[in-house]
C-alpha cells in the first residue's frame, strides 16, 4: 500500500517540464519567502492580546509546536528510518528535470515542512478561531507540502504522515496553552462582529490573508 501511494505520488506530483512551476516551487518552498505573513501572524497576536505574559504565552506555544514537528522529524525518526530521498534515488532521479538540481543529503520520513506548517496551522485555528484564517493556513500547508513533492524531495507518504504529526503537534500545543492562558486571562469567549470567539480581530486577520495572497503573486511574477 505504502509503496503504492508513493507511486502514484511520484506519478502525479513530481517534477514537469515547466520552467514556471520549477520557479514558483523553489520560491514557495523557500522558507523565507513566508517571513511576511509569520510576521502578520505575530502582529495578529501582539494587536489582539492585552499585555506581554499573555502575548508571551501566546507566541511561546506556536514555537513550541513548530519545536514539537521539527524535532521530532529531524532529529528523531529521519536519522532512524534513514529513508532516502526521491531526488536521490535511481528509480526517481531520472523521471523528471529536478528543479535547480537540488539534491538534499538528508533523509526523507518523514516530511519536515508538511509537520511544521501543519502544526502552525492547526495550533492558529484552535487560538483565532476564525474559519477564513484557518482555509488560508490549510492552502498554505498544502502549498509547502505540494512543493516538497514536486521538488522530489518527499514520496506522499512522507508528506502524509508529516502531516498528520503536524495535527498532533498543533493540538498538544495548544491544549497546553488553554491550559495556562486561563489563569492569566479571565476573558476567553467574545460576542462581537467585529471579532472571533476568542477575541481576535477580523480587521487583523484579513492582513494575514492578504499577506498570503501578496506572498502568492510574488512567487508568480517573480519568476
Known amino acids: 500500500m505504502i509503496e503504492l501511494i508513493d507511486k502514484i505520488g511520484i506519478q502525479y506530483l513530481f517534477g514537469s517540464d515547466s520552467a514556471i512551476l520549477d520557479a514558483v516551487a523553489l520560491t514557495l518552498t523557500d522558507a523565507w519567502t513566508w517571513v511576511p505573513m509569520y510576521v502578520t501572524l505575530?502582529?495578529?497576536?501582539?494587536?489582539n492580546n492585552d499585555n506581554?505574559?499573555?502575548?508571551?504565552?501566546?507566541?511561546?506555544?506556536?514555537?513550541?509546536c513548530v519545536a514539537?514537528?521539527?524535532?521530532?522529524?529531524?532529529?528523531?525518526?529521519?536519522?532512524?528510518?534513514?529513508?532516502?530521498?526521491?531526488?536521490?534515488t535511481l528509480q526517481v532521479m531520472y523521471l523528471a528535470q529536478i528543479a535547480d538540481n537540488i539534491h538534499s543529503k538528508d533523509y526523507s520520513f518523514f516530511s519536515s515542512h508538511a509537520a511544521n506548517t501543519m502544526a502552525?496551522?492547526?495550533?492558529?485555528?484552535?487560538?483565532?478561531?476564525?474559519?477564513?484564517?484557518?482555509?488560508?493556513?490549510l492552502l498554505w500547508s498544502l502549498i509547502?507540502?505540494?512543493?516538497?513533492?514536486?521538488?522530489?524531495?518527499?514520496y506522499?507518504?512522507?508528506?502524509?504522515?508529516?502531516?498528520?504529526?503536524?495535527?498532533?503537534?498543533g493540538t498538544i500545543s495548544y491544549i497546553l496553552f488553554r491550559k495556562i492562558f486561563r489563569r492569566i486571562s479571565p476573558k476567553f469567549h467574545y460576542v462581537s462582529s467585529q471579532y472571533t470567539r476568542s477575541g481576535y480581530s477580523h480587521m487583523d486577520i484579513d492582513t494575514v490573508l492578504s499577506?498570503?495572497?501578496?506572498?502568492?503573486?510574488y512567487a508568480l511574477i517573480l519568476y
Open 120 to 137: 502552525l496551522t492547526i495550533y492558529f485555528a484552535l487560538l483565532v478561531k476564525s474559519r477564513a484564517l484557518t482555509l488560508t493556513l
Open 42 to 47: 505575530m502582529v495578529l497576536v501582539i494587536r
Open 144 to 154: 509547502n507540502s505540494w512543493t516538497r513533492l514536486y521538488l522530489g524531495q518527499h
Open 68 to 88: 514539537i514537528a521539527s524535532l521530532t522529524a529531524n532529529a528523531i525518526v529521519k536519522p532512524l528510518i534513514e529513508r532516502p530521498r526521491p531526488c536521490n
Open 52 to 64: 506581554m505574559q499573555q502575548i508571551c504565552t501566546c507566541l511561546c506555544f506556536a514555537f513550541l
Open 211 to 217: 499577506m498570503f495572497i501578496l506572498t502568492l503573486a
Open 156 to 169: 506522499l507518504t512522507d508528506v502524509i504522515a508529516g502531516t498528520l504529526w503536524g495535527v498532533i503537534a
